[in-house]
């Protein structure tokens, strides 16, 4: 696809390739807290010989690359993170957005053909040159990835993948998936009314739903794109070869500008609707092209991006535009049902046919089985936390996202007893075809914190934890920053390492298990943060790891966490009570050890007040007995839960939110809210020694 705007006006820096020494010293602190002394000397050593042997050589390679490419690192980058990566694109490597509900309900249908009409136009403005180009407080980015976000498709390769761009005269269509079938939807030219156009979209949309029958899924192709793929390149290539049809096909599917997946799931809670846009049972997408729009049978929305050559804050701009119009037809829209009349010319729909051979099923057998074990052997859970969000984290004048950064390392630590290697994706637009940098958020002052916390809490003061976090969240920020301008570490290091000729000796540091297990990613996260998401997330990076998705919004936090099972949902009630006891650090450090005992005190005193009236007989009024509001307010202070003692600004904040339950959930929201303020807090915040 040509772009116009793919670059800012002004040309952007190259990526910068920085100092051989720096990287390493950056290196040797990142490496160290992650290790025994012994396992890191051994490390250290081979560091020490190849900065003295074979690195001069290789720095100098670097730069002579720097000099012929636009960008170092991009093409080496695609293939070794994506390319040459056979493991399952929808499992390991795509990702997913759920957006929020639209103010009005819309059926299915027009939803769809609203997502689509803002799809295409967005397609048009970006083609035409008109958009403006993307920047960060008045910064520009490069808009290179922009080329890459319509009518493209990866395919798999024997060896490697590889992306092909179809040009625009071959891909004005746009593929919808419906109860696993595919469809091609052709339409005509915009006209002057927006609703219009949407009108005729939506009515070959319901035609779709109305009178497509389920196919049966052992055949289904989409399924196959979230095979291994070294397995999908074989059943391509079967399905290639069973008949001309099937590949006449299979190219108008993949050279659409993007698909529409119509799901006849309708989720819910924000687990099942971050499953369903991660890989739903499989049969209704492609996994392989440039990005698929999910629209469910209850009008809710999302999407689903593959990654080799776009990333997700790229794609955010295209899914703000998307979330917008949509809002707005659904406040314009009439009454839903209500379709205006077929005017001019009209879009039209096909099916896409395809044959079975004997061995081609067999392939989709094979395909599914692997799906649905995967699925299987995975655990998604979602936590969102309403406690408080960015504007509380700000007061405590901290960075909000090395706080959460903080706040994962500390429920790791709890869960498995020592803090892993930690991806947090830093982007690196601000160069040109630049597209990310590994910040690594372990350093030796979030290590010794989280021992501090959890191993020997008795050793420390209140104070002298908080200030150990704040070292932490600062270096963590710090390192980020680095990263943005350049100067991270891994991309280095990986560059030296690619930069090898394949005749030439491989430094034995590069083998080394300090070196290896320091990118080995069991905690691999990424932040993006927008109102217009309620669910956003993917898969694990490595088979014993978790993928950590995190939202900051205002006044809560949102996290999604997918693991092959290794705990994900007690990850996220340990991420709860990372975040409630680094906030009661941060805001109690000040505090001598008598002031927070008088005030957990009554908290525990609340929750002997409340377990006695919840046991007596004659037990006050519920508010869930209140049937009106007014009732409700009307209530005596006893029947609200007052406790007499109850005295000071935390217990009463705590029986101000107990007001509003019912008896019966009083105990249990004291338990899960407040367990670790009441239970363990004294165990860390109430040292023997200060």
Not at 122 to 146: A, T, V, W
Not at 659 to 676: F, G, H, K, Q, Y
Request: charged content about 20%; aromatic content about 8%.
């Amino acid at each position: 696809m040509t772009v116009n705007s793919s670059s800012s006006a002004t040309p952007l820096a190259k990526l910068p390739i920085p100092e051989l020494h720096d990287t390493v010293a950056r290196f040797t602190e990142a490496a160290r807290p992650l290790f025994s002394a012994d396992e890191f000397e051994a490390c250290l050593a081979k560091l020490n010989d190849f900065v003295a042997t074979q690195g001069p050589s290789l720095q100098a390679r670097l730069a002579e690359r720097s000099a012929q490419h636009e960008n170092w690192l991009e093409e080496w980058w695609n293939e070794y993170a994506y390319f040459t990566n056979r493991a399952s694109i929808c499992f390991n490597v795509n990702y997913f957005f759920g957006f929020r509900d639209a103010p009005q309900t819309m059926a299915q249908a027009r939803v769809a053909a609203t997502l689509i009409d803002s799809a295409v136009r967005f397609r048009g403005q970006l083609e035409s040159g008109s958009m403006e180009p993307d920047n960060i407080r008045g910064k520009p980015m490069c808009m290179h990835q922009y080329q890459y976000m319509f009518a493209t498709c990866r395919h798999p390769g024997e060896e490697r993948d590889w992306t092909e761009v179809y040009q625009r005269s071959e891909s004005s269509h746009i593929a919808v998936a419906h109860k696993g079938r595919f469809f091609v939807l052709r339409l005509p030219a915009a006209s002057a009314s927006r609703h219009a156009d949407i009108a005729q979209i939506e009515r070959q949309l319901q035609n779709v739903i109305d009178t497509t029958e389920q196919l049966e899924r052992a055949k289904s192709i989409g399924v196959l794109t979230a095979a291994l793929r070294d397995d999908w390149y074989a059943a391509r290539e079967c399905l290639l070869q069973v008949s001309p049809e099937n590949a006449a096909s299979l190219r108008a599917l993949e050279s659409a500008a993007f698909l529409v997946s119509l799901e006849s799931a309708a989720p819910v809670t924000t687990k099942e609707f971050s499953l369903a846009c991660h890989c739903s049972d499989g049969i209704n997408r492609y996994f392989d092209k440039n990005f698929q729009i999910l629209v469910f049978a209850n009008g809710r929305y999302g999407f689903n991006g593959e990654h080799s050559l776009t990333d997700a804050t790229t794609d955010m701009r295209l899914c703000n535009t998307l979330v917008h119009d949509v809002e707005a037809v659904a406040a314009e829209a009439p009454v839903a049902g209500v379709l205006a009349p077929a005017v001019g010319e009209q879009p039209t729909t096909e099916e896409l046919q395809f044959a079975f051979s004997a061995e081609l099923l067999g392939h989709i057998e094979r395909a599914v089985e692997f799906f649905d074990a995967t699925v299987a052997a995975h655990e998604l859970s979602t936590l969102s936390f309403d406690s408080f969000g960015k504007e509380q984290i700000k007061k405590m004048k901290v960075s909000p996202d090395a706080f959460v950064q903080m706040a994962m390392q500390l429920a790791y630590y709890r869960q498995f007893r020592h803090v892993p290697a930690t991806y947090e994706s830093a982007s690196t637009k601000a160069f040109a075809r630049g597209r990310t940098e590994t910040s690594r958020s372990v350093s030796a002052h979030s290590v010794a914190w989280c021992k501090t916390m959890v191993d020997h809490p008795e050793t420390t003061g209140l104070h002298a934890k908080a200030e150990l976090l704040r070292k932490s969240i600062a270096h963590q920020s710090q390192f980020t920053a680095q990263c943005a301008k350049g100067c991270g570490i891994d991309r280095h290091l990986l560059g030296l390492e690619l930069a090898l000729q394949a005749d030439e000796p491989r430094h034995a540091l590069f083998s080394d298990p300090v070196f290896t297990g320091s990118r080995h990613w069991r905690l691999s996260t990424s932040q993006i943060s927008d109102s217009i998401l309620a669910a956003y997330g993917w898969g694990e990076v490595v088979d014993d790891g978790f993928g950590v998705a995190y939202r900051i919004e205002g006044e809560a936090l949102h996290f999604n966490v997918v693991s092959q099972r290794l705990g994900s949902a007690r990850l996220c009630q340990y991420l709860s009570d990372a975040l409630m006891d680094m906030r009661f650090l941060l805001t109690n450090a000040h505090k001598q050890p008598h002031e927070i005992k008088a005030e957990v005190d009554a908290v525990a005193n609340v929750l002997t007040s409340i377990k006695l009236l919840s046991s007596s007989p004659n037990r006050p009024l519920s508010p869930q007995a209140a049937t009106t509001p007014t009732e409700l307010h009307a209530a005596e202070p006893e029947a609200r839960f007052r406790s007499p003692f109850a005295e000071t600004p935390v217990a009463n904040a705590m029986v101000d939110e107990l007001d509003r339950l019912p008896s019966n959930e009083v105990i249990c929201a004291l338990e899960t809210r407040l367990s670790r303020f009441v239970k363990e807090s004294l165990s860390w915040a109430l040292p023997s020694t200060s």
